[in-house]
């Protein structure tokens, strides 16, 4: 029995692989989300009726409150968009001839507001990725006086004009999506996209469209996105990790020369294990321990040899430090290594104090087993010349 | 002399204690601080996280430190008081014969002596362990206090000396840890229990193997004479104030130490300041329609002379990109759609699209000025210039 099914077994072999992997496939398939999850349903009447009336340039609504909203549709933009093949009433359900029944809005935002659910009906997986994120919890924040102004769907993705977002193979946006995305946070975020533009990674982003660079989701996120004003201490204990995911890459930072050992000099240092080990142990403690930004800047980061703010600079270090040491005088910044390891030409205190214990460690604690293990040895050798009882005995009879 | 289990008084009830505070302090020392060191380890991380977190750890490390420093202030008082008033010997003092002996006993040991070495008092082993640990007092003291006292540091020294301080507080650290789980251990539980810091007395076995010559001396009558009670009177009335003053003075100065200077502010100072989260880009104006012209009906004669216009404001929505008829160029209009063509040139009337817009209903409309050029124009041939 058993010979026979090991002859078979090589040619089961491959049918079973490939049984396997046409059931991941499909699994994978089946599982994979995609970016629209359900098909929008057909309506009447179709948008070319819709459109005869919007695409005239210029029309606006006025609200009751004062504001105008345009109702301008162009069709080149909306034919260019992802939704070119999705039916006005999708969204628009309760219009379905003219004129339109009565609408109660009275500013532009609550307009909005009333389709804040309607992208749900195919999106529901990115609607789900949005659920508590920084955004909804300063929404369900009634004592937070933005909870009325966080963004719907629509207002980071109009979905009249949204075209289909490109991206490499890896995934990444491209670097023209990767600008767009940060200009599209700026709507809101203006003081910080102002202080990001004229950062080293808004310039790498902003004018060079580097996808290298990050833009405000690379470290936000996108739609699970958090901040430290939502996502309180978490966010701080854990963004070391935000900035290490390029920092510690050698196949980014190679290309501009920047080292790869940030991370784990931050973290053999003091401030650096402090802030790890608060991290694993309760992230959502707080913590004075400074963290990369606290250091090198937040959106207005810039080079470390910047002479304003670079922090390569000995004073601007020195201010830095007596941020949170306020005695701190000249000498105390250099009590940080700056991210190097010692070396003859880097501390080299450090590094020969590291040298001398190198020798002195081995060198006490070798003597110390060399003198153990001849104790050692003797005592053996003496049990196994006499055994213990005439060696007792041997000694009573003295 | 010939009874093994003799024994022989070592240490007096208040050296114990010094050995109990000196276990406690050091292993509470070594248990948050190896941790410290080699905090990415897995084992450190439970022990940080058993003993309530880094800073409980560090509150924990400083206080035992304080004892440390504090037991070794009653030592040297204690140690002044037997060499100054009580004139003992000096038996701690490292000497030549020390040297001899640590050699004679290895020799010994692999068989290349006869004779075991006759060891004094305190013989080589225990001084190494016991100047090794003032080695460490005063190594592991200084670096402390540099760790401790950052700012004060380096207001004295280059800033390269925290560090410095770091690697080497925390190598010796390793070092004594070792040393003691090595040699401390080997020398008095394993190759056999030890009981003098315990119960005080070592038995005549021991006695001879590790201090033969004291052992000698002992039995020889040749016990440590103490000076007549009223020249240690005399001397201790001079010698104790002094001695007690230096003390608390160090005591005092421990005490500023430890509490030498702020290191930090207990804050989160603000990572961004002034940046508002939330600030709004003044919204981009809406646009205006462009004012419209009123309709020149003579003008407008061929397709490029304005009726391609027209023909793009109300039908383009539609019979343009979105496939079917398209009336987006001259020659699509000539081309017409599924149905064959749009508009017949030279007759207005037959024109289906004419025909069409004359009926009503459809979706897009011209208005009857409107369809009155188109008409116009189709009669004229439709001429595209």
Known sequence: MRPILQKRLPFLTPVIVLLVALLVGAVVFLTAPGNVQAAPPAQTPDNSQCLLCHQKEGAIWQLPGGEGLSITISPEMFGGSVHAKVACQTCHTNIVEYPHPANSAQTTREYTLQYENSCAQCHPNQVKEIADNAHDRVKNDPTNPNAGNTPTCADCHNPHTQSTILKDEGGKLAGLEHAASARTCAQCHNDIYEAYANSVHGEGVLVNNNPDVPSCIDCHGVHNLSGPSASGNQFRLTSPQICAKCHTDESIMGKYGLSTDVLNTYIADFHGTTVTLFEKLDPDQPTNMPVCFDCHGVHDIKRVDDPQKGIQVKDNLLATCQKCHPGATPNFPDSWLSHYIPSKDRAPLVFYVEWFYKILIPLVLGAMIILVGSDIFRRLKTRKAKPVAADVEEKASK | ?385
């Open chain 2, 1 to 385: 002399m010939s009874n093994p289990q003799k024994t022989y008084n070592r240490f007096s009830i208040a050296q114990r204690i010094e050995h109990f505070v000196l276990i406690l302090s050091f292993t509470t020392l070594a248990l948050t601080g190896i941790p410290q060191k080699f905090a990415q380890a897995g084992i450190s991380e439970f022990i940080i996280a058993a003993l309530g977190g880094i800073n409980t750890v560090r509150i924990i490390h400083r206080i035992a430190a304080t004892l440390f420093i504090l037991e070794a202030i009653y030592h040297a008082f204690i140690v002044g008081y037997k060499l100054i008033v009580l004139r003992l010997e000096a038996s701690m003092l490292p000497g030549i014969k020390d040297v001899k002996d640590a050699l004679d006993f290895f020799l010994h040991n692999v068989g290349l002596k006869k004779e075991a070495p006759q060891m004094p008092r305190y013989n080589f082993m225990e001084k190494m362990e016991y100047w090794a640990m003032i080695w460490g007092l005063v190594l592991m003291g200084l670096t402390g206090f540099m760790l401790w006292n950052p700012i004060a540091t380096t207001n004295i020294l280059p800033g390269v000396f925290i560090p410095a301080a770091k690697v080497a507080h925390g190598w010796e650290a390793v070092l004594a840890v070792l040393a003691i789980l090595i040699w401390h251990f080997y020398n008095v539980h394993i190759k056999h229990w030890n009981w003098a810091m315990f119960k005080g007395h070592l038995t005549q076995e021991q006695m001879e193997e590790e201090h033969g010559a004291e052992l000698e001396k002992i039995e020889a009558g040749e016990i440590r004479q103490l000076p007549p009670s009223e020249v240690v009177q005399k001397r201790a009335r001079i010698y104790v104030p002094i001695a007690a003053v230096i003390s608390l003075v160090l005591a005092a100065l421990l005490i500023r130490f430890l509490t030498f200077e702020e290191t930090a502010i207990e804050t989160i100072p603000p990572a961004e300041a002034n940046v508002a989260v939330f600030s709004q880009q003044t919204p981009t104006p809406l646009p205006t329609a462009a004012p419209t012209e009123p309709v020149n009906a003579a003008a407008i004669t061929t397709w490029d002379a304005g009726i391609a216009d027209l023909f793009k404001t109300k039908c383009g929505a539609c019979h343009g990109a979105l496939g079917g008829l398209s009336l987006a160029s001259y020659a699509d209009i000539l081309k017409g759609g599924s149905s064959g063509a749009a508009i017949l040139p030279g007759d207005a009337a037959g024109s289906p699209l004419v025909v069409l817009q004359e009926a009503g209903g459809h979706a897009g409309t011209f208005s009857p000025e409107e369809l009155e050029i188109i008409k116009t124009w189709i009669a004229a041939g439709a001429p595209e210039k």
